[in-house]
Nanobody
Framework: VQLVESGGGLVQPGGSLRLSCAAS????????MRWYRQAPGKERELVAG????????NYADSVKGRFTISRDNAKTTVYLQMNNLKPEDTAVYYC??????WGQGTQVTVSS
């Protein structure tokens, strides 16, 4: 199983980023996917999740209305569109496949 995140970077408050997680090595369309994040000195927290077919999503209260999780099962990729970013969104973002595997993480820094 391999999960490779991309799309992180430095963005100003109010800006947007789209994270991608390219999956391989398992039947992607059979598993729910999640995005987590971990800020310095804090525990890893669930940001968003999506069911295997993409029909249902869930979000942390802190990102509802700003972040959107989606997936393309044909491309075996899950996305996290992040809008109206805030400094408190600064963290390493991790992709997680409910088969039990993590990506390596991608840094998102929101700062002016």
């Amino acid at each position: 199983v391999q999960l490779v995140e991309s799309g992180g970077g430095l963005v100003q408050p109010g800006g947007s980023l789209r994270l991608s997680c390219a999956a391989s090595g398992f039947t992607f369309s059979s598993y729910a996917m999640r995005w987590y994040r971990q800020a310095p000195g804090k525990e890893r927290e669930l940001v968003a999740g999506i069911t295997s077919a993409g029909g249902r999503t869930n979000y942390a209260d802190s990102v509802k209305g700003r972040f959107t999780i989606s997936r393309d099962n044909a491309k075996t990729t899950v996305y996290l569109q992040m809008n109206n970013l805030k400094p408190e969104d600064t963290a390493v973002y991790y992709c997680y496949a409910t088969i039990g595997s993590w990506g390596q993480g991608t840094q998102v820094t929101v700062s002016s």
